[in-house]
């Protein structure tokens, strides 16, 4: 199973996905962190991008496609991701549609976590004294915040017409939301086991009708 999740930046979807993670044996495919991870390591593209990330901007549709490749097309992660921060606008949805299925894979779920930019800046506020994130401070956080929303509406249009999209609310308490998204994702694994074992049958019954029919017109 492959899952989206998205929403503003300290929606919680980092911690989210991270639970999905743990309790569905799934892997975490977190944009942001693979670049701030290239940033760290100082590498050439961690040095070009840095000051990008730092200022609140995305860094090119590119970029990121390129990262996330190396994860789709890895057979050891193949149908187990969960996309953390990818897509953020129409060119990606449409870039990672592509991808998965150049690698004969789908979008099973998708997630938006829905936050007022109101409980975000007072996340935002706590992270910082937690993880001296660099890019967190409050004018970055609203700026980001509008980035988000100034591309995410065609991607929400694009999930809600593929009947992928569920909106979570993101104010809840944590666990709350983890409860909600973890029935949504039991649900659909609940109802994946109905349609194989729905087709178990009709092929069971086939085979049935078949000998059947064989036993019934056999002239010998
Ligand atoms: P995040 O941790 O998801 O909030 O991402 C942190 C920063 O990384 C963003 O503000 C962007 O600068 C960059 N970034 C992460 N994901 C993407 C993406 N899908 N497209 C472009 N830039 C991204």
Not at 3 to 24: C, E, L, R
Not at 142 to 150: I, L, T, W
Not at 152 to 166: A, D, G, M, N, R
């Amino acid at each position: 199973m492959n899952i989206v999740i998205f929403g503003p930046p300290g929606a919680g979807k980092g911690t989210q996905s991270n639970f999905i993670v743990k309790k569905f044996n799934l892997h975490q495919l977190s944009t942001g962190e693979l670049l701030r991870k290239e940033i760290k390591d100082k590498t050439k593209l961690g040095k070009d991008i840095e000051s990008i990330i730092n200022s609140g901007n995305l860094v090119s549709d590119e970029i990121v496609s390129n990262l996330i490749e190396k994860y789709i097309s890895n057979n050891m992660y193949k149908n187990k991701l969960i996309f953390d921060g990818y897509p953020r606008n129409l060119i990606q949805v449409k870039n990672l549609d592509f991808l998965l299925k150049k690698y004969n894979q789908k979008i099973d779920i998708v997630l938006k976590l829905s936050v007022s930019l109101k409980t975000i800046k007072k996340r935002i506020s706590e992270r910082k004294t937690l993880e001296r994130r660099k890019d967190d401070n409050e004018n970055i956080a609203v700026k980001r915040y509008e980035m988000y929303e100034n591309n995410i509406e065609p991607v929400i249009e694009f999930y809600k017409q593929s009947k992928l999209l569920t909106v979570v609310n993101g104010e809840k308490p944590i666990t709350e939301i983890s409860d909600e998204i973890s029935g949504l994702i039991e649900g659909f694994k609940g109802w994946l086991w109905e349609i194989r074992q729905y087709k178990y049958a009709l092929n069971k019954n086939s085979l049935i009708y078949g000998s059947y029919r064989r036993d019934k017109y056999s002239t010998k």
